[in-house]
């Protein structure tokens, strides 16, 4: 494993600004994987969604995964990539991967619209039952569980007390 660092957990739990935090501080490299997605396609993932569907977002988000060159990198990944097992195959091979686990009611504090977060679930399910099916997943998937409950400053500090 190299010095990399994976960031899985809900829409609204911090990936993105704890991993530009996070970075800054290890001087490494911010990679933001949905915002690789989106500069490829030229469109949101809300687009995308809406245009081919989530299970082929969930593709385009695990190929996006599989592309990445993780080196002294930071990455925040998109909340549905511990649908692949490959993806968290060769995250967990490369990085050290980290759950920033969030209660569901401050999820919804922060997100307070899913719909336009590109947010890859079935069409019938209701996001806190994606919630409950992914909880699981993303502590399968991780090497560490990290509460983000307050500011991002004290995620940062509590994740660069384990490396």
Known sequence: MN???????????????????LAKQLKFQFIDSDLLIEAKFN???????NS?????LRDIEEETILSIELFNSVLATGGSAVYSPSAMQYLNKNSLVIYLEVPFNQIL????????RGFAKEPNQSI???????????KRSAHHVIANTTDSSSCVTKILSLV
Do not use: C, H
């Open 3 to 21: 010095n990399s660092i994976s960031l899985i957990g809900m829409a609204g739990a911090g990936k993105s600004s704890v991993g530009r935090e």
């Open 43 to 49: 469109q949101t993932l809300q687009n995308i969604l």
């Open 52 to 56: 081919s569907g989530y299970l082929k």
């Open 109 to 116: 504090q922060r997100v307070p619209s899913f719909l336009d």
């Open 128 to 138: 806190e039952d994606a919630f409950q099916e992914r909880q699981e997943l993303y």
